[in-house]
């Protein structure tokens, strides 16, 4: 498809959507060279891309996107000439247990990346996310022209992160361009997240801990639509601009459920209101137009991306079985053993 190579910064490759776009690049763009620039937090992992790393074509860099230095001496060390930055602290429930470590990364490590930039003249599109617009009433779609209104520490670290993205395409000209994602599903998503966590529990036969009446509404979009999303952008976005990615149709979470029980052949007893996550968006919802004029469409609709899913959970208990035991069992008790343990139904 694109024929000028590129040598390209890919940030936060190691965890989920990075490391599903890092694939995808390498398969769909032959002449370019991919560094992967991670810090290996609990989501990054490199067995998520460990069938590529005997490529020539894919570098990995440990390190952390707030470290200066380090990102400068791998830009310069590789000869980049774009920056994609996945790289973030990205779960609502972490960023209410302990959000300063979102500022850290999502807005001062975004930061230095744009600086980088600025520095070496290097173009940088940025990943955000449906969660910048906040709550979303019935009847309306957010566009890319709308204010944003986030909510928890998460959405407003992605806001801030945003707002200085645009700041440096009009203070300084610098080449940028964001996407904001709705809730992505797919292979290698770490189980903190709702789809993984319903999968692998449905698997293991344990409680599904739905959230207050599990009729809030996302917008469950493949990954791999998303990955496509971003490089109609990365070809033919217009510098400075931001482009909505997601299907445009939502479902409620206990929709959700019922598909990834279908799927499995769970059982639907296994479902359990427990108490809602405070501030909890109760609807996002996005307008699409502006990346479908770019002539991009998706290829799944949100229930065939959550089925799709959930079966690669059940075909793959090599990857989520070891992140399952350790430290996501601490996590797992804290987020979850009093609310089970006081389940309202
Ligand atoms: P993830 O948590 O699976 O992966 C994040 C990756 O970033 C990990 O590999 C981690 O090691 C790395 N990382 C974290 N802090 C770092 C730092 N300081 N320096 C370098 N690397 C660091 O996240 P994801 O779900 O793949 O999300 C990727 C991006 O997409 C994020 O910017 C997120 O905000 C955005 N997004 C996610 C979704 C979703 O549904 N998952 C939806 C829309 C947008
Ligand atoms: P999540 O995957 O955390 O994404 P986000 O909060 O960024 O949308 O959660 C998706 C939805 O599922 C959200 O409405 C919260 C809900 N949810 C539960 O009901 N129970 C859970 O254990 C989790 C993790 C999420």
């Not at 600025?118 to 009433?137: F, K, P």
């Not at 993205?165 to 994602?181: C, E, H, K, N, S």
């Not at 409620?252 to 108490?275: A, F, K, S």
């Amino acid at each position: 498809m694109n024929t000028k190579p590129q040598k390209i910064l890919v940030t936060g490759g190691c965890g989920f959507i990075g490391s599903n776009f890092v694939r995808y690049w390498l398969e769909h763009h032959s002449n370019d060279h991919v560094v992967v620039y991670d810090k290996l937090t609990y989501a990054g992992r490199r067995e998520n891309l460990q069938d590529l790393w005997s490529n020539p074509r894919l570098t990995f860099v440990q390190g952390d996107i707030a470290d200066q230095a380090t990102v400068r001496e791998a830009c310069v060390g590789h000869q980049i000439n774009l920056i994609v930055n996945f790289a973030a602290e990205t779960h609502v429930d972490q960023s209410i247990l302990g959000p300063l470590v979102f500022t850290d990364t999502n807005v001062r490590g975004t930061h230095v990346l744009l600086e980088v930039a600025r520095e070496l003249g290097l173009r940088l599109h940025h990943i955000s996310t449906d969660e910048v617009y906040g709550h979303i009433a019935a009847g309306h779609q957010s566009a890319e022209t709308d204010p944003l209104a986030p909510r928890s520490p998460y959405a407003a670290s992605k806001a801030a992160a945003d707002q200085l993205v645009q700041a440096y395409f009009i203070t300084y000209g610098l080449p940028v361009t964001i996407t904001r994602g709705a809730n992505n599903v797919g292979p290698y998503q770490h189980p903190e997240k709702a789809v993984p966590l319903f999968a692998t529990n449905a698997l293991r036969g344990e409680a599904l801990p739905v959230y207050g009446d599990g009729l809030q509404q996302r917008d469950y979009a493949h990954v791999l639509d998303h990955c496509t999303g971003i490089e109609t952008v990365l070809l033919r976005g217009q510098p400075g601009e931001v482009y909505n990615v997601g299907t445009g149709e939502e479902m409620t979470n206990l929709e959700m459920v019922n598909i990834v029980l279908r799927e499995l052949g769970g059982d639907p007893g296994l479902v359990r209101h427990v108490q809602d996550r405070p501030g909890h968006d109760r609807r996002y919802s996005m307008n699409v137009n502006r990346l479908r004029a770019l002539g991009w469409t998706p290829q799944y609709h949100p229930r065939d991306a959550v089925a799709h899913a959930a079966r690669w959970y059940a075909q793959n208990r090599w990857w989520w079985e070891p992140i399952r035991e350790g430290t996501f069992r601490e996590y797992y008790e804290r987020q979850y053993g009093q609310r089970l343990a006081e389940r309202s139904s």
